[in-house]
Each structure stands twice: as structure tokens, then as C-alpha cells.
């Protein structure tokens, strides 16, 4: 194919196909068609495009790319057809290119209509493929090719990127202090692979503990009973912070045990799949997002082959909290990640809980990245607790999606 020269692209509600089809093609001119609702999007989408691209690439004036009304078919077709006369570029060569798969379906009809109008070719006109279970994202052509995008050089992306692109700000957890190992996580696992009402039980002493101050954290952790309740590396590593009064390391180590551990296990165990290739792991997404800070949280997020994988954990047993839980985290990676997103829960929901949930969103979600859910089964596969072998089977399984 011959290089890019201009590439037009239709600025959507989720930017990420737009940024990564404009760094696998490498054009000289980037032309932003957006509508009065995306302006915030496309503002984003030129400034992370600029600090990945650098000098390479010139941002046509925003006067010629508006578009105030997306419904507005004719303003739609002029707009295109002037970016896509050959006429309207530098001198040089190369080809003008449109993608349409952001924007509304009324935009992307009537963008391509208008570039075949203005000559554009059928190889020059594409839309990003990120939906094929198993496989990365594809860009296709209309003439019928197609292309992966782990074939362009330099096409990635990472959760910090993924969040701006939104206008989010990324704050990831902090440590620790003393850090996290897996005989924690361990620790507290056991007993609840024993019985699953153990779950219910840290849960309690960790709402009994965040009510209280530091002092009386501190009396708590020092009192017969606990011991019978906290796991002994749990409690050690809890009264080592509270004897430090580093009240941040005994909010941490309380929810830790409330339920936080399992986003720390769920972590080791992606990791244990020495996937291929490796995947960014985020446990503990913070981000914050618009000018009233608004809360933006995931569990766990993964990076993998330009794809994002975003899990909600939960250590309750109940259809309906899970249900909620499931749901939100689809709908959050939906919105963050479009096709190149898939959504899963992590909780300690028996059999039928689990099969009924994934029933429940299977009604809702008809598609490739339908959001998946673990359960207690599966997270007793995955342990290695007392020399089991683990078998991440379906866990991997899922991340190859």
C-alpha cells in the first residue's frame, strides 16, 4: 500500500480505535472530523496523538473538520469530500485514507459515500476489526484485505494512555508498608477454600476495624479473640503498621483483609501464565476524571496484544451484589475500551450463582467480548494451596480473547 499521506478519522465517543489506527498507518496530515458533543474527545485524542507521534504529523484546522450536528448528512458529505480531494494536501505523495469506525452510523455512511465520491479508492478506506475472539485487532480494508495491527511497528498502547484518552487521571495503589507477599494472600485463602464463610467473617473485623482510630486499631489487634480471626502473617504485618501509626498501611492491611487480597492474588496468577505476550498488570486502578474529580475505579486491569481486560473482584457470595458488580465493570470497559475490551468477574459465587449470572448477561451481551464470570470453582482451580496443581485453563482461555 502506498503511505499515507492524510488520514481522516471520525471522532467517537471512544477514541482508542481512532489513536491506535492513526499510529499503525503513520500520516503526515491528520484530519479530526468531530461533532460539538466529541470536541472534548477529539481534543484529548490530538493531544495524545502529538505526544506519540512528535513532529511527524500535522492537525488540519479544526474549521474544516466540524461537523456541529452529527445527524447533519449534507454537512457531513461536504466536510469528507473536501478532506478527501487530493487537491487539499501538500505537494508530495502518498494517498488519502479514511477510517470510519468512530462517529455515528449516520457519519460513517455518509463520510464514505463521500469519499468515493472524491475518488477515494476502496484499499484507502477502512474500519478497525477489534472484535474477533482469539485474535488481536484487525484493520480491513474495503477492497476485501486485511491487516492486524500487531503488524504495524510501534502500534501500543498503556493503561495511563487508555485513561487520558478519556480525560482521566491514572493514580495507581500504593504499596504497602510491610508489603504484600503471596503467603498473605495465601493466608487468607486457605481458610475460605475450608469455608466460604470465613469470606463473610474477615469482612466483618475489617468493618469492625475502619470504624475505629488508630488507638483503638491498635487494642483491637491485641485483644485473645483476634487471633483466632486474623490469619497470623495478616496480623503481624497489621500491628507492625499500627504499632508504626502509619494510619495509610493500616487502612491498606484492614482492607486487605476485607477483600482486597483477592485483586492481589488475581494479579499473581495472570502473571503465573507467563502469557505470551507478557501483559501489563494494574491491580488497583484509581483514576479520576472532569473538573468535579469523579471516581473511576477497576479491580484489576490487564494490557495484553492491544486488547483490555478489566475485572471486577468480590468476595461475596450474593446474586445480586455480584450481579451489580458484573454489570458495572461491563459496562465501564464498554465505555473505555470499545470491541478491544473484554469485562469479567472475579467472586466467590457457588455453581448455580455463577452459571446463573452468566445466563443473565448472556441475554444482554450477543457478542465476542460478552463479560465473562469466575466463580469458587474456578478460583479453587487456579490455587495452589496444600501441592494442588492449578489449572488456569479458562482463566487463560479468557485473556486469549
Known sequence: MPPTKRLILLVGSSPLPNFLTCLALEPNEVALVYTDQTQPARDRLHQKLEEAMGQNVK???QGSTHIPDATDCRRVREIVEALARQEGTDSGGGSIHLNYTGGTKVMAAHARAAFEKAGGKPENASYLDGGQSGQPPILRRDNGTSESLMDFFGVSFDLETLLALHGATLTERSE???????????????????????????????????????????????EPDIEGIIPPTVLKKLRQAA???????????????GGTWLEYWLGRQIEDLALDPTPAVTVG???????????????????????????????????????????????????????????????LADAPTTEALRADVADVWEASNTPEVFGLDDVRMWSDIGGR??????LQNWLES
Open 59 to 61: 492537525f488540519l484546522d
Open 243 to 257: 504499632d508504626n501509626r502509619n494510619r495509610r498501611a493500616v487502612t491498606g492491611w484492614i482492607d486487605f483483609l
Open 176 to 222: 504497602l508498608d510491610p508489603p504484600v507477599s503471596l503467603e498473605d494472600e495465601d493466608a487468607i485463602l486457605g481458610p475460605i477454600l475450608d469455608d466460604v464463610a470465613n469470606a463473610g467473617c474477615f469482612y466483618d473485623e475489617k468493618c469492625k476495624l475502619g470504624e475505629m482510630n488508630l488507638n483503638q486499631v491498635k487494642r483491637r489487634l491485641r
Open 389 to 394: 496443581h492449578p489449572d488456569r485453563f479458562r
Open 285 to 347: 486502578v484509581n483514576a479520576q476524571r472532569g473538573p468535579r474529580r469523579a471516581d473511576l475505579e477497576v479491580d484489576v486491569a490487564v494490557i495484553r496484544s492491544l486488547r483490555t481486560y478489566f475485572i471486577s473482584c468480590t468476595t461475596d457470595t450474593r446474586k445480586g451484589l455480584c450481579k451489580s458488580k458484573l454489570f458495572e465493570v461491563a459496562l465501564r470497559a464498554r465505555h473505555l475500551g470499545g470491541d478491544l475490551a473484554r469485562a469479567a468477574l472475579v467472586c
